[in-house]
């Protein structure tokens, strides 16, 4: 949440401080605001809404755009004040001679303001972060690093901060405790953002800062320190994302062009890890001999969101397959319920961002009570990859919309790919293996098919795209995956939609049903579909009008409703994953009837990095 981006060198800062924003504005974009430091001046603009709004600023205040020096720009995720340019960052001292974004929160802002009010501060903004400016002003002794230093024992929360100041021209000071920092390291120039998107279109080689790490950056160099202001080094990543991924090309939206780019995103995810000779997989990162993969006894996955649905739709993987005893947690709640670790569980943290609060909050209270720890990320190099310490990478390349849709698919994915591998480990038969790997390897095939559907997909939702309500059934893993679907419709076209298991129904909702609360039914022909027959014709004796999934050919189904989307026929590990992608495009194509921002929904942000 919040987007961060800072950089030092010749070209005009405030046209790479834009374009940087402009890459991040799907971590939050209420307001957007920079801060130049140029000739000796601080220079700034700020504005509400989106970035766009910020270019038009930018581009009225005469010069501001040819200024070159160094400077530091933040897009808003509110969480303490209403989104204003008050509460915009950067925020400054009161000398406005020192300015600050930041990213995370502050827990003991009031304890703070209170302190630094009776020592004659002013406050101009409602927000948190306001009192890092004026902290970092009272600890200035001519050197801006080590007053940044000074405050952060004083800081309670979590934080990624950029500091610039006019004293210091072509200094950047940035900072991490929780929320990410990754340095972006040029030629003459360097840059600092709060995640890799913003850099790509500069930069391969990075820094990642560790919590505690501080960075002075200059265009010449790159100086890190830890709490104590003592030198450290860290290694150089290399970013390999292709130039382009995060593009939207020819599409309208991110979310289309990451729906179209399943095919390939789920290749990414098989690529190299199918082991026919064994008819099992191979997945090196999680770093555990087929002795103590025998010996996990428990398995617990730990998400949120999509996240933790491609979790739910695993517990059926790691069950049936392996035979081990899953749990799925709401990440949020893991850390508060005292979870029961007993030895030689192996717990799952999902997270495409890696960078989601109440997951990390998760890694680190398993890791505490002792359990083996192996994340599934998509961002390389994120606090969860790396506080994990093994995992699996997705390698769905970045995923820009704020609703998720390659990750999750690349999650079960891997999800599966992990189950085939303990299953091998222990009661699944070679031949039953190499069924599986064929199966897997048939996904990116199956998502084309429904990918061929667009257009069909695109005419049955605009039928629905005028409801103000919509239920979505399953069973088994189309269960889950019904939960996303609603979950996807919600989020972004704004019509209230609930997941249901289709036998709960009849404890309740049904009530709800009548000609204008339609139900998606996930009715493909895998086990449970006669049962979720039974359950459309409930729904159309409530005069509820059905949209039903099923595979091509059902004519039952026909017979039930006219508004079928055909899913190729596949098994029911496999179902959830051409299911999604018809789910994905069902609520993507109403959101577009509907005049949404679909890439950028109200109120959310893509990675969640408060709690
Ligand atoms: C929904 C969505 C969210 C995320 C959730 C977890 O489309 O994107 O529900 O899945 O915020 O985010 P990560 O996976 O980054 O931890």
């Known amino acids: 949440m919040c987007g961060i981006i800072g950089y030092t060198g010749n070209r005009s800062v405030a046209g790479v401080l834009v374009d940087g924003l402009r890459r991040l504005e799907y971590r939050g974009y209420d307001s957007a605001g920079l801060a130049v430091v140029s000739g000796g001046e601080l220079h700034e603009a700020k504005a509400v809404g989106k970035v766009r709004k910020l270019e038009e600023v930018v581009a009225a205040l005469p010069g501001l755009g040819s200024l070159c020096g160094c400077g530091i720009g933040h897009t808003r995720w509110a ?49 948190d972060s306001e009192v890092i400016a004026h902290l970092i002003a009272e600890a200035y002794d001519g050197d801006l690093l080590a007053a940044t230093a000074a405050v952060l024992d004083q800081l309670q929360g979590t934080y990624g901060i950029a500091v610039v100041s006019d004293r210091h021209p072509g200094l950047i000071v940035a900072v991490r405790k929780g ?27 990075v820094i990642y800062l560790n919590d505690g790490d501080i960075a002075a950056i200059t265009p010449e160099k790159i100086e890190l320190r830890d709490i104590r ?68 006894g428990h398995i617990v996955i730990a998400g949120c969101g999509s996240s933790m649905h491609a979790g739910l739709v695993g517990e059926y993987y790691f069950e049936d397959l392996a035979g081990i005893s899953t749990s799925v ?50 961002v390389v190099g994120s606090t969860i990859a790396r506080e994990a310490g093994r995992g699996i990478y997705l390698h769905a390349g970045p995923e820009i919309s704020v609703a998720s849709t390659k990750a999750f698919l690349s999650q079960v994915v891997v999800l599966l790919l992990f189950a085939l591998l303990l299953g091998r480990n222990r009661r699944l038969s070679r031949s039953r293996g190499a069924e599986l790997v064929a199966e897997i390897e048939q996904i990116p095939d199956l998502i084309r098919e429904v990918l061929e559907q667009a257009l069909e997909i695109k005419k049955i939702a605009s039928r629905y795209a005028h409801v103000d309500d919509f239920f979505f059934i399953g069973r088994g893993c189309l269960y889950p995956t019904a939960l996303e679907g609603a979950l996807k419709l919600k989020e972004i076209s704004y019509i209230h939609a609930e997941g249901y298991h289709a036998a709960e129904l009849k404890h309740g909702p049904i009530s709800l049903l009548d000609e204008k609360h339609p139900v998606m039914a996930l009715a493909n022909d895998i086990p ?17 009008p059905v949209v039903a999934i099923a595979t091509r050919g059902d004519r039952a189904i026909r017979d039930l409703t006219q508004d079928v989307i055909e899913i190729p026929p596949c098994s029911r590990f496999v179902a959830p994953l051409p299911t999604a992608v018809a789910l994905q495009l069902f609520a993507y194509y109403i959101a577009a009837e509907r005049g949404c921002e679909i890439d950028q929904p109200r109120n959310l942000a893509k990675s969640v990095t408060v709690e």
């Open 79 to 127: 969480t303490h004040g209403v989104p204003s340019t008050v509460n915009a960052h950067p925020h400054f001292s009161n000398d406005r001679k020192i300015a600050v974004v930041h990213n995370g929160i502050i827990e003991n802002h009031q304890e703070l303001r209170r302190h630094l009010t009776s020592k004659g501060c002013v406050f101009r903004s409602q927000t």
């Open 179 to 205: 929320s990410p920092i990754v340095v972006g390291i040029g030629e003459g120039e360097n840059f600092v953002a709060s995640d890799i998107a913003a850099l790509l279109a500069h930069t391969r080689q």
């Open 229 to 296: 202001n003592v030198p450290i080094e860290r290694e150089i990543a290399k970013i390999d994302w292709e130039t382009g991924a995060a593009e939207k090309g020819n599409y309208p939206h991110f979310m289309l062009k990451e729906i179209f780019e399943q095919p390939e995103t789920v290749e990414n995810a098989i690529r190299g890890r199918l082991d026919h000779e064994m008819a099992s997989a191979i997945l090196s990162g999680i770093g555990l001999s087929p002795r103590e993969l025998l010996q996990i």
């Open 329 to 378: 947690e709401q990440a949020a709640e893991f850390r508060y319920r005292n979870p029961i670790i007993e030895p030689n569980t192996l717990v799952i943290p999902i997270s495409q961002s890696g960078e989601t609060a109440d997951t990390i909050a998760a890694v680190r209270e398993a890791a505490a009570k002792g359990a083996i720890v192996t994340a599934l990320c998509n």
């Open 528 to 544: 449970g579909r006669d049962k979720i027959l039974g359950n459309i014709q409930e729904c159309r004796a409530r005069k509820a």
